[in-house]
């Protein structure tokens, strides 16, 4: 079992980047699940943040992100992230970020950053109902209390990889759903919607305040997309992969203190599916929104006979 203190430096590590021109940086560690081949997308966002930020003057924060997968990354090489001074204004500043490797553009976003302003009008989005995310079982406890009572043998496999395969934050969900640990065909269905609480292993000093916001882009792409595979029994993806993914910052956010992401999808056709979020802070402030519209494809298999 890794320690907390081993998450905290795979997290940190992730999303550290070395300069090695102007407006040029690259990330040396990248990262992804054992069950996966690819570089995970919640990487690429949080390194993107990471890569703009260093480009612009402290007082202003990230509000909003927009980021397109291109291609699948290679975590056996290193990234090259490339920033394009878009804009620079009193209030509002703009930067274009490539993820290249090998000469190709892996990731593309474009970034956009502000000054705080006081609020004239305000309103938000209600906060559901959750349960405290104490009295819930980590990821690693949730995991080893199903394989001892797993008996399909695929899903013995993928169980015993993903508790190989630390998540370098603590996930805390707030109901058992089949997509959280099986990927094979289940005769269960469920609406698509999910709330899951997140925060950073460590807490984070004023030295690094700067991650907050790429930690939170990092841990938003995590499973987002399984959400829309709840209503439908029966079904087994054959490809799933990110397509793009937006975001918008609208309070100055901790990574180190729970967050309630709240996940729905409303909408799924055409090979494509789009799923919405909402990350709350624990006193119910919505503090930034998510939409990620992804691929996916797979079959119908047909429910096995009970006679």
């Known amino acids: 079992m890794s320690s907390a203190k081993d998450k905290a430096s795979i997290l940190l590590g992730t999303l550290d980047l070395e300069e090695i021109d102007v407006d040029i940086f690259r990330g040396n560690t990248l990262w992804c699940p054992t069950v996966s081949q690819r570089i995970f997308g919640g990487q690429a966002i949080g390194q993107a943040l990471v890569a ?14 927009h980021l397109y997968f291109l291609r699948a ?3 056996s090489i290193p990234l090259i992230y490339k920033v394009e001074r ?3 204004g009193h209030s509002y500043c703009s930067r274009n970020v490539h993820a290249i490797q090998q000469g190709l553009t892996i990731y593309s976003s474009q970034i956009s950053f502000c000054k705080f302003e006081e609020t004239v009008i305000e309103h938000q989005a209600n906060m559901p109902n959750a349960p405290d995310p104490e009295t819930l079982p980590t990821n690693e406890e949730r995991l080893r209390r199903r394989l001892e009572h797993e008996t399909d043998d695929n899903n013995r496999l993928l169980i015993k990889k993903s508790l190989a395969s ?5 996930i805390r969900r707030c109901k058992q759903q089949r997509v959280d640990i099986i990927q094979y065909p289940s005769h269960q ?3 698509p919607y999910r709330l899951v609480w997140f925060k950073g292993i460590d807490k984070i000093g004023p030295e690094l305040k700067n991650l907050h916001s790429p930690i939170v882009g990092y841990a938003s792409d995590y499973s987002i997309l399984d959400t829309a595979m709840l209503p439908h029994a029966n079904f087994r993806y054959t490809m799933i992969t990110s397509l793009d993914h937006s975001m918008w910052f609208h309070l100055p956010v901790r990574a180190d203190e729970w967050l309630l992401y709240e996940m729905q999808s409303p909408k799924a056709n055409n090979g494509r599916v789009l799923v919405l979020g909402k990350f709350f802070t624990r006193d119910g402030q919505l503090a930034v929104s998510i939409a990620q519209e992804g691929l996916m494809r797979g079959v119908m298999n047909e429910p096995s006979s009970r006679l």
């Open 189 to 191: 269905s469920d609406p």
């Open 73 to 75: 990354g290679d975590p």
């Open 52 to 65: 703009a930020s260093k480009t612009v003057d402290e007082q202003f924060s990230p509000h909003s992100l």
């Open 86 to 88: 878009t804009r620079d």
């Open 166 to 170: 630390p998540i370098p934050i603590d």
